[in-house]
C-alpha cells in the first residue's frame, strides 16, 4: 500500500527486552493524541495467558482472517501465530504514526508494502536480559540460553531503525521512547 501518508513504527527486540512495557507506557503517555495509533495484535493465544494486551483468536480464525486479506503483515513464532489488522492501512493513510510490535521476520514485508516504515531496535545489556527471562519464569534455561543467543546474535541494519537502549528505569525509559514518536 505505497503512498500513504502516515509513519508506521515497527517496534522489535528479543523477549524480555521490555516491549511490552515500554509500549504501555508510551500509549499512557500519547492517550490523547490522535497523531498516535498503539495497534492491538491478534495472536493464537488465550487472553487470560498473561503478558500484552491482545486479541486472541483461534488457529483456525487466524487462518482464515490470513486468507481473506485481514492481516496487513502476520508471522508464526513460538508455537503462537501473530497478525496485525490491516485496518492500520486506514490510519496511516490519514497520517498518522502507527506503533505496532512486530517480529523481525517481517521488516522487510513491511518496507516493501509502506512508504515510511521506522524500526525501533530496542536492546538490553545481556546480564538485564537474562535476568528479566529468568523472573518472568516462561522459559526452561535452555530456552533462555536460546533467546540469549539469539539476541546477541541478532544485528539490524537498514533504512530508518532507531536503536533504543532500555537499561535506565522504567518511567525515564518510557520517557525517551514516547519521544521518538513525537519528533
Known amino acids: 500500500m505505497k503512498n500513504e501518508t502516515g509513519i508506521l513504527w515497527l517496534v522489535v527486540g528479543p523477549s524480555g527486552a ?30 487470560e495467558a498473561g503478558g500484552e ?7 483456525e480464525d487466524f487462518e482464515a482472517r490470513r486468507s481473506a486479506g485481514a492481516y496487513a503483515l502476520s508471522w508464526g513464532a513460538h508455537g503462537l501465530f ?7 492501512e486506514d ?15 517481517v521488516i522487510e514485508e513491511a518496507r516493501a508494502r509502506y512508504d515510511d516504515v521506522r524500526v525501533i531496535d530496542i536492546k538490553v545489556p545481556r546480564t538485564i536480559l537474562e535476568a528479566r527471562l529468568r523472573n518472568r519464569g516462561r522459559e ?7 533467546r540469549l543467543e539469539r539476541a546477541e546474535a541478532f544485528a ?11 537499561d535506565r528505569p522504567l518511567a525515564e525509559s518510557i520517557e525517551a521512547f514516547a519521544a521518538l514518536f513525537t519528533r
Request: hydrophobic share 40%; aromatic share 4%; no cysteine.
Open 53 to 59: 494486551d491482545h486479541i486472541p483468536v483461534s488457529v
Open 82 to 88: 501473530y497478525g496485525i489488522p490491516v485496518a492500520l
Open 91 to 105: 490510519d496511516l493513510a490519514r497520517g498518522a504514526h502507527v506503533i505496532v510490535n512486530v517480529s523481525r521476520s
Open 140 to 146: 526452561s534455561e535452555e530456552d533462555i540460553q536460546k
Open 156 to 166: 539490524l541494519e537498514g533504512p530508518g531503525v532507531v536503536k533504543f537502549r532500555n
Open 18 to 47: 521490555g516491549k511490552d512495557s515500554l509500549l504501555e507506557g508510551a500509549k499512557e503517555r500519547l492517550i490523547d493524541s490522535q497523531a498516535h495509533v498503539f495497534v492491538r495484535r491478534e495472536i493464537t493465544r488465550p487472553a
